[in-house]
């Protein structure tokens, strides 16, 4: 009991001790402030890298002892280089040509960078002697080896034929490590596709089939942390074809499948399709009389006109591409026109599309015109239409009103037609004229204005007459 009262008041000022150093230390480490840009630094080979530390004290101190060291796990850290801010600097033996400290800011330099400085560095930093725990910091350092210029090597170097072989491109370089590659199609990059395939780390490209869409410009582009450099462009050997083989001239006029010349001049024709190699073989023919003969070989073909005895003969043109082994045919006709004016205008007129829609248009709109005249000019047929269709429970109603009024609103200026037939004029006098003049068989020939005029007077007399 009497030791528990003994040790208390010594527990006691043990925490309280114990407190003020933590408070002590802590007031002091949160002092010192101890900065590095970055915790893995790259290098290049032979050349010299500087580690950049920055520190700074809020505190007043006596003195302020730098060290480095390096660690190559996973061996134990070595003493690399000490000093005494304001003192002299102590280099370890070894690497005392090797690295370089210059205070106050603590900075390393390593001079002539080489694959065995590679590693981790680590920087402590004490203030007066014991009075703190170091400060510390640790920073990685690669060495890396930059790359040459790639090159390319093809296979197969002479060629391949569409869609019968492979084309396999490899990219090397002769220095460089940590080496990444990129493909490259006029300047464009290479996905692994339908047609490419990679490697796992990207240096060989293939070509699986082989397409003349494959046809391009490659190159490769080869880069590491430190530089990056692209190789010369290369062009694959791809042969194809005969594609899209066609017929020209230069003084013939061509629609379709018909080439038209002047009679008395030259037929002059030549051949020409895609194709790698580009000069393939060709060769003309002339089909007539169900029967073909050879006429030439070679891409142009010239016929004098004394030869071209039918006004329409066809030529064919053949390609063939000894390398693909494919070949292709088309034909064309030729029809000779005769000279002068007159039937180059009747030439130009049947085989031009752009004349024949003119015309077409032309002769439609003149058609319509002159329909829309007819039918301005010949109102006589509309009238005579109304007169015969006219209800007979018009004209009664007409009765109640004298003819002459009636005859008022029909007054107008008309065309004077003349009524061949009796039967004509008996269905419009039907009920003016009496039953004794038709009986007498007299003719009643006149024109509209006399149907109008008399069928009052005749209206009248037969009402005074009763």
């Not at 528990?4 to 002092?31: H, N, R, W, Y």
Request: with cysteine.
């Amino acid at each position: 009991m009497r030791q528990d009262a003994f040790m208390e008041p010594f527990s006691t000022t043990f925490c309280d001790l114990q407190c003020k150093i933590c408070v002590l230390l802590l007031g002091i480490c949160s002092a010192l402030k101890l900065t590095v840009p970055s915790h893995t630094i790259r290098g290049i080979k032979g050349q010299s890298l500087t580690l950049p530390v920055d520190y700074n004290f809020n505190i007043t101190v006596s003195n302020i002892q730098i060290i480095w060291l390096f660690e190559k796990p996973p061996t134990t850290p070595i003493f690399l280089i000490g000093c005494l801010v304001n003192h002299s600097v102590v280099p370890d033996l070894e690497y005392r040509h090797k690295i370089a400290l210059k205070p106050p800011n603590a900075s390393l330099q390593i001079r002539s960078l080489n694959f065995s400085d590679e590693g981790n560095y680590i920087i402590k930093i004490n203030i007066d002697g014991n009075r703190t725990i170091p400060a510390s910091a640790k920073v990685q350092v690669t060495v890396d080896v930059p790359v040459t210029k790639p090159v390319i090597y093809i296979e197969p170097f002479a060629g391949v034929v569409e869609n019968s072989g492979n084309i396999t491109l490899n990219c090397t370089v002769e220095e460089g490590t940590r080496v990444a590659y990129q493909w490259l199609k006029n300047g464009n990059p290479i996905e692994a596709g339908t047609i490419y395939s990679l490697s796992a780390n990207n240096s060989t490209l293939r070509i699986v089939p082989v397409v003349k869409e494959a046809i391009g410009n490659y190159s490769c582009l080869a880069e590491n942390p430190v530089s990056a450099m692209e190789s010369d462009v290369i062009v694959p050997t791809i042969y194809y074809g005969p594609y899209g083989l066609t017929i020209n001239s230069d003084n013939g006029q061509k629609l379709g499948d018909y080439f038209t010349f002047n009679k008395g001049e030259a037929v002059q024709l030549y051949c020409s399709a895609d194709s790698n190699p580009p000069n393939i073989f060709y060769s003309w023919t002339q089909r007539a009389d169900n029967s073909t003969r050879l006429i030439k070989y070679g891409r142009s073909l010239e016929v004098v006109s004394e030869k071209v005895t039918q006004k329409t003969e066809e030529y064919r043109c053949r390609a063939l591409n000894n390398k693909t082994g494919k070949w292709k045919e088309t034909h064309i006709f030729v029809i000779m026109m005769p000279k002068g004016l007159e039937q180059l205008a009747q030439r130009e007129k049947y085989l031009s599309p752009l004349g024949i829609i003119c015309g077409i248009s032309l002769f439609l709109i003149v058609s319509m015109f002159l329909l829309a005249l007819w039918k301005r000019f010949q109102p006589h047929k509309v009238l005579q239409q109304k007169l015969q269709t006219r209800p007979e429970a018009d004209y009664r109603k007409a009765q109640t009103i004298s003819g002459h009024e009636n005859a008022l609103d029909d007054f107008g200026i008309y065309e004077f037609v003349a009524f061949p037939d009796a039967a004509g004029i008996s269905r419009v006098s039907s009920w003016s004229v009496s039953v004794s003049d038709a009986a007498q068989g007299q003719d009643f020939n006149g024109t509209v204005y006399e149907v109008i005029r008399h069928i009052p007077e005749q209206y009248q007399e037969r009402q005074e007459g009763t």
